[in-house]
């Protein structure tokens, strides 16, 4: 007698033997308080089309105690914020990041 694995998709319930499978790691997530890791087949994941150039911010304004995190695309953040700027700024431990 013998035991036959096989795994199932987190997105679909599609079965399939575990050498198929690869993993989905959400980082971020609206529904989320922690990255968590879903069981894909590729097929599964095909479709979803990469943002492109994202630049990933922090802001906190004046008067807030914490930072809101966002996503822009490259184009977008470059009509506020000029490359330049970027290659003077200061890193986040205080110190020049490019010097």
């Known amino acids: 007698m013998a035991t036959v694995q096989k795994k199932v998709s987190d997105i679909s319930g599609e079965m ?5 499978f690869g993993a989905l ?20 994941v095909a479709a979803m089309k990469e943002a492109g150039d994202i630049v990933l911010c922090a ?5 807030e ?3 809101r995190q966002f996503a822009v695309t490259l184009p977008e953040f470059r009509k506020v914020v000029p490359d330049a700027a ?9 110190r020049r990041a490019r010097t």
């Open 16 to 20: 399939a033997d575990d050498e198929e």
């Open 25 to 44: 790691t959400v980082k971020t997530h609206p529904l989320l308080d922690a990255p968590c890791q879903l069981d894909i087949l590729p097929p599964e």
């Open 59 to 63: 802001v906190r304004l004046p008067g």
């Open 65 to 67: 105690d914490q930072a």
């Open 86 to 94: 970027l290659e003077k700024a200061r890193g986040v431990r205080g």
